[in-house]
């Protein structure tokens, strides 16, 4: 009977360790972007475009990049960096859209997509899997945030 106190413990200990790890994201900006790092709150405050509209150093308008399906990415971002539903996220836009004319997020198929708008437009933030940053992707974009 002991031993199967014992062994319970150790098998899910031994289950966690071994759990397949969540995607691992990075919140990127155009290469011509002034910023080298922010902080999840300063991402969702960008993003959202909560406070500002254009960034400050080189006065371009903030466009946030997104997916268009559903996917481990964009889940992680949604809850650990907005806070948010998916459901949130689209009433947030139609909202802003509606009242004041703000042009909803872009939205993309795959993060090649999402590196290639962000690294042709000064203003745009999006985010990716950070394997997708190969080596020329960095020469596109610069990460400033990791999430997990």
Known sequence: MKKT???VPVFFVMLTAFAPAGPEI???VSKENTVDKLTSGEV???WLRKIKKRWPDINKN???ADRKAKNPEQDLFYSKVLGMSANDVETYFSQKQYESGEKPQDKFASDAATIDFVGEEPGAIGFVNTASLTADAKTKVKVV???Q
């Open 62 to 64: 903030i466009k946030p």
């Open 26 to 28: 990075a919140i990127i």
């Open 145 to 147: 945030l990791v999430v």
């Open 44 to 46: 969702k405050l960008y």
């Open 5 to 7: 106190f014992i062994l």
